[in-house]
């Protein structure tokens, strides 16, 4: 049985072959290749998601700013916002915002994350599945189902291009993050293996070009707001691809060109704080002291 | 990518996956290639691990791993004053690996409490995955993602003969070899992963191979 693939085109022929979702085929190709019990992959990954509700649930306590100053008590206004009269766009959008801004708090204040795929993306999909836990009712199983989903659609950017910052700029972090996430949401409330790719390409597409420039090196602006703006974001794709519209560009032609971006991107802007909001000068005045 | 965790996870202590949580996992490394608490660690910073690792609390996180606390461990953000009580000095420097180098690397000499000397060369690929590229001045690959073998011994015919035949007794299967060396006959440095942890007794059959300096079995990382 060979459930290898790295390319999205592989792993459709595959969910249509086999009749299974992309995270029923996720699964299978982990035990596949890690001989690890399915139950135990699926158990480990159930407990991934519990770190994140945590991190969500911490994040959206903390009152105090951060030890550089750059962030803390945001998730907190969000929340207090949405639960104010009229909301702009309703209270689970902002709710959505609020959530992915309490992972990035938390993990800026020496907390606990799970990175997804990278710590600095980490609040994006766990902001979305928390939302659709509260808008549709869904079980924890489905929901780390929906996790497999997220993480088969990420295997494929991994086996093209990258997730660092420091290798592709911010598209390669929050933009991946937000295209596995569009994907779960998409598999999560119903849809095909082929709409989840298609919300995956239409999240990715529209981060192309994101560059890392965080002020002072901190992993906070603008990565906090960031990551709540682009839970969303996973939203608007999730609902194109729900929606039947179909992306000129594939996902993997999109994965082609954020790793050809990556590479033209000026070394300034990624993650080197050299340039872009670390290098001006408000950003400037948050520079740490290097290590050496 | 081998495993969905390599994309989901690690969990860990923030705030970065390629500056905190690989750096704790490279330090992580040093210790298991000590194979004892290390006493002294001199530690070169290169590229973005010295530009920013203060903000990503890069320094913590290597020392932390040195420690033997696993990335989620929320004492990672109190390493640096915890190393002293353990018994572990440690120096920063800044460091240039080269054009090749990976932004976010380290090369790590250290000392350990019983006085094995060794050093390792990793790089923090992003996501919190690392890979090791240098140990004791050899190249290797290691990814932590599989349990491994690291074998110092003299450069002599039928060597990995003897090792994959000591595996196969034991019916661990082997994933990846590799040999390097600087010159025939001299030393050479072999890597296994394997699927399995060797067992103990392997490991014992193992380092009586005639030539073998030393045998270090890596754990796969947290």
């Known amino acids: 049985m060979n459930l290898n693939y790295s390319t999205a085109g592989e792993l459709l022929t595959l969910c249509a072959e ?24 699926f158990a480990r990954m159930r407990d991934y ?20 100053g750059l962030s803390g008590g945001d998730a907190r206004k969000l929340k207090n916002y949405a639960a104010s009269a009229s909301p702009l766009l309703g209270a689970q959008f902002v709710k959505t915002m609020a959530y992915g801004v309490a992972v990035l708090e938390n993990n800026a204040s020496f907390g606990r994350i799970v990175a997804t795929p990278t710590a600095g993306s980490s609040g994006v999909t766990p902001a979305c599945l928390f939302s659709l836990e509260e808008t549709h009712h869904l079980t924890i199983d489905q929901l780390t189902m929906a996790l497999f989903t997220a ?50 390409a239409f999240a990715l597409m529209n981060t192309l070009g994101l560059v890392c420039d965080p002020v002072g090196g901190y992993v906070e602006v603008p990565c906090v707001n960031r990551n709540g703006m682009y839970a969303v974001h996973s939203f608007l794709a999730a609902s194109m691809g729900l929606a039947g519209m179909n992306s000129r560009i594939p996902l993997d032609d999109v994965v082609l060109a954020m790793r050809d971006i990556g590479r033209r991107m000026p070394r ?25 | 990518m081998d495993s969905v965790f390599e994309i989901i996870g690690p969990a860990m202590i923030g705030p970065s996956s390629s500056h905190t949580a690989g750096a704790v996992r490279i330090g992580l ?54 190393a002293p009580d353990a018994g572990l000095s440690v120096q ?29 060369t ?24 599989l349990d491994a073998l690291i074998m110092h011994h003299v450069d002599q015919a039928g060597f990995l003969a003897k090792v994959t035949a000591v ?56």
């Open chain 1, 18 to 41: 086999r009749r299974q979702s992309i995270a029923e085929i996720t699964l299978a190709r982990e035990n596949n290749a890690t001989l690890e019990p399915t139950e135990r992959i």
């Open chain 1, 49 to 68: 998601y519990g770190l994140m509700r945590d991190s969500i649930r911490k994040g959206l306590e903390i009152e105090s700013p951060s030890s550089s």
């Open chain 1, 151 to 200: 993480a088969g659609i990420g295997h494929i950017i991994g086996a093209t291009a990258c997730f660092s910052g420091a290798q592709g700029g911010c598209q390669a972090e929050v933009g991946s993050a937000s295209c596995m996430a569009a994907a779960a949401i998409v598999e999560a409330t119903g849809g095909t293996p082929a709409q989840a790719v298609e919300a995956a």
């Open chain 1, 268 to 292: 300034a802007l990624k993650e080197t704080g050299e340039g872009g909001l670390a290098s001006t000068s408000s950003g400037r005045q948050y520079r740490p002291k290097p290590i050496v």
């Open chain 2, 29 to 82: 490394m040093g210790r298991a290639l000590l194979n004892a608490p290390p006493a002294q660690a001199k530690i070169g910073l290169h590229g973005s691990f010295a530009s920013t690792g203060a903000g990503h609390a890069t320094d913590r996180g290597l020392v932390a791993g040195l420690l033997g606390f696993a990335p989620d461990d929320e004492r990672v953000k109190d390493s640096l004053q915890l």
């Open chain 2, 92 to 120: 920063f420097f800044k460091t240039d690996l080269g054009e090749q180098a990976h932004p976010n690397s380290a090369r790590l000499d250290l000392v350990a409490s019983g006085g094995g000397v060794h050093n390792l």
């Open chain 2, 122 to 145: 990793a790089s923090s690929i992003g996501g919190g995955n690392i890979e090791v590229i240098g140990i004791d001045e050899f190249p290797v690959s290691i990814t932590g993602m």
């Open chain 2, 167 to 222: 595996l196969a007794c034991v019916a661990i299967n082997i994933a990846t070899i590799r040999t390097s060396r600087h010159h025939r006959g001299e030393n050479a440095l072999t890597v296994i992963e394997t699927d399995t942890p060797a067992p103990a007794c392997a490991r014992e059959v193992l380092q009586s191979i005639t030539g073998v300096q030393y045998l270090r079995a890596i754990p796969r990382l947290p």
